[in-house]
Every structure is written in structure tokens, then in C-alpha cells.
T-cell receptor, first 112, second 117 residues
Framework: DSGVTQTPKHLITATGQRVTLRCSPR?????VYWYQQSLDQGLQFLIQ???????AKGNILERFSAQQFPDLHSELNLSSLELGDSALYFC???????????FGSGTRLTVV | AQSVTQLDSHVSVSEGTPVLLRCNYS??????LFWYVQHPNKGLQLLLK??????LVKGINGFEAEFKKSETSFHLTKPSAHMSDAAEYFC???????????????FGTGTRLTIIP
């Protein structure tokens, strides 16, 4: 157990639907990062939050949004889902990027 | 700007032989460098990290990496491969000085390691 908890582990949904992925960071980590991993795109950085505020944005679609709550857990909202959104979505947390990230085990999203 | 290049997308070695996974990086200042491993259908696990202390870094499961500033390399090695080493390996760089306030890690495209029995 890495200390970063992601739920759910698996999610199957239909095109056009909306889903919410949840992440609880490791205790003491203020930064949360979201990554998307697909076969054709590899590991893509989506967005970072630090202590409740958005800190950096990567290749995140406008249909996707995220937030970090006062208790530091984070949610990634994916809407108007398309088949191409099927991927593994990872959350990672960090206290200091010089020391690296701790990753959760991911949420596998399948859009049918 | 920071970037990382993994020179091999796929490496195959026989069990019991040495492993070498190559990584070159580009960074404006003093980078932090990492290797992560991802086993099939699992999350990413930190193998080892370099943060400007000793240039030879030892990690978990017998892996080590050497930071060579003159060659801008951070290659991952293991003296003897085990079947359980079969996985995807990612080289990662963080140029935290120039990225301060906008910190993120930059991942390489990954190297798939196959172990031949």
C-alpha cells in the first residue's frame, strides 16, 4: 500500500456520461497530481493541485475538471465521455518533488 | 525546460544476465532524477532517486543508477535479471529550481523490459 488511495479501481460507463474519480493523498502531502495513461499516448500529465489551489495544467481536456478539497482529497471529473477517454487514470501525491511522487494504483476507465 | 529521453522502447535479456536501461535528460539547473517501475495493471512504484547527493544511487530490488552530468545520463542497471523484473520502466526528471511554483515531473516514454527464461 503506497498510502495514496484511488477509488474506484474499475469503472465502465457509456459514451456521453459523466464520472468522478477520487484520490486521497498520502498523509502530509499537499500536492496532488492527475495523470492519464493510454496505450497510444503514454503517461500524460493532466493537472496539479497544491493545498487546494490549482498549480499547473497539462494536457487536460475542457471536458475534464478537477478540484482539491480542504481535507486534501481530490476529485477528477470527466464529462461527455468518448471512447478515446478509456484509459488508466493515476493520482500521485508529493510533499516535495525533489523527492518524487507516490502513486496510487489507478482507476481503469472503460467507455463503451 | 526539462526533458527526458529513454533510448530503448524495449529491452530483452536472459534471466541471470545484466540489465541496462538507458536514459538521457535535459535540464537547466540541477535536476532531480528518478526511475519508476510499473508492473502490468499496477501503479507506478519509485525504484530510486537522485537528488544531488551521491552520483551512484542504489534502489530497491538490486537496481542502481549512476548520474553522469557530463553525459547528461542516468542509466539504470542491475547485475542479474530475475523474472519478476519484467515490467515497464520510466525515467523521470524534475527541474525543481526553474519549475518552482509550477512543479511537475517529466516522464520518459518508458522502456519495456522482457526477461527470457
Amino acid at each position: 500500500d503506497s498510502g495514496v488511495t484511488q477509488t474506484p479501481k474499475h469503472l465502465i460507463t457509456a459514451t456521453g456520461q459523466r464520472v468522478t474519480l477520487r484520490c486521497s493523498p498520502r498523509s502530509g502531502d499537499l500536492s496532488v497530481y492527475w495523470y492519464q495513461q493510454s496505450l497510444d499516448q503514454g503517461l500524460q500529465f493532466l493537472i496539479q493541485y497544491y493545498n487546494g489551489e490549482e498549480r499547473a495544467k497539462g494536457n487536460i481536456l475542457e471536458r475534464f475538471s478537477a478540484q482539491q478539497f480542504p481535507d486534501l482529497h481530490s476529485e477528477l471529473n470527466l464529462s461527455s465521455l468518448e471512447l478515446g477517454d478509456s484509459a488508466l487514470y493515476f493520482c500521485a501525491s508529493s510533499q516535495d518533488t525533489r523527492l518524487g511522487y507516490t502513486f496510487g494504483s489507478g482507476t481503469r476507465l472503460t467507455v463503451v | 525546460a526539462q526533458s527526458v529521453t529513454q533510448l530503448d522502447s524495449h529491452v530483452s535479456v536472459s534471466e541471470g544476465t545484466p540489465v541496462l536501461l538507458r536514459c538521457n535528460y535535459s535540464s537547466s539547473y540541477s535536476p532531480s532524477l528518478f526511475w519508476y517501475v510499473q508492473h502490468p495493471n499496477k501503479g507506478l512504484q519509485l525504484l530510486l532517486k537522485y537528488t544531488s547527493a551521491a552520483t551512484l544511487v542504489k534502489g530497491i530490488n538490486g537496481f542502481e543508477a549512476e548520474f553522469k552530468k557530463s553525459e547528461t545520463s542516468f542509466h539504470l542497471t542491475k547485475p542479474s535479471a530475475h523474472m519478476s523484473d519484467a515490467a515497464e520502466y520510466f525515467c523521470v526528471v524534475s527541474d525543481w529550481v526553474s519549475n518552482f511554483g509550477n512543479e511537475k515531473l517529466t516522464f520518459g516514454t518508458g522502456t519495456r523490459l522482457t526477461i527470457i527464461p
